[in-house]
């Protein structure tokens, strides 16, 4: 019975981490797109697989940096800090992308998927290399 309540000893701080990191997902999204001269989400929407790729590779690159964060963190406070930390990470990402693709977002408006390839990768790449950086 011990190992049982050891094994389930971990389910608070689990709740806790995964609730905030839904917070954080979203909290995400919702930054993102404002920060993007373009309505992602709407060009989805409209069947834009560039906007798509471009997105969902933030998306993800935001979210292995968050899930470093979560395993490395060692209390709620500091697990903010770094998922607010992995936040500017991705929009420094899409920066970077636009300062060596001047016309990035003209082409993912256009649907050109290679654009959206670029930034995505660039975004899950991005998202590693902090995921990478968060240890102790």
Same mark, same amino acid.
């Given at each position: 019975m011990s190992e049982l309540q050891e094994s389930?000893? +971990? !389910?608070?701080? @689990?709740? &806790?981490?995964?609730?905030?990191?839904l917070v954080a997902l979203v909290t995400f999204k919702k930054v993102y797109t404002m920060i993007t001269p373009y309505d992602d989400w709407q060009l989805v929407k409209d069947q834009n &697989?560039?906007?798509?790729? %471009? !997105? @969902? +590779? %933030?998306?993800?690159? @935001?979210?292995?940096?968050?899930?470093?964060?979560?395993?490395?963190?060692v209390s709620f406070l500091d697990f903010a800090?770094?998922?607010?930390?992995? !936040?500017i990470a991705q929009l420094i990402a899409f920066s970077l992308v636009r300062l060596f693709m001047p016309k990035i977002v003209q082409?993912?408006?256009?649907?050109?998927?290679p654009?959206?390839?670029v930034l995505g990768g660039v975004s899950i790449a991005i998202g590693l290399l902090n995921a990478g950086s968060m240890s102790y």
């Open positions: 389930i000893s +971990g !389910l608070g701080p @689990f709740v &806790m981490y995964f609730g905030l990191s &697989m560039a906007a798509a790729a %471009a !997105l @969902f +590779g %933030a998306i993800i690159g @935001f979210s292995i940096a968050l899930s470093s964060a979560a395993s490395q963190s800090i770094w998922a607010v930390v992995a !936040l082409r993912i408006k256009a649907g050109e998927l654009a959206g390839i």
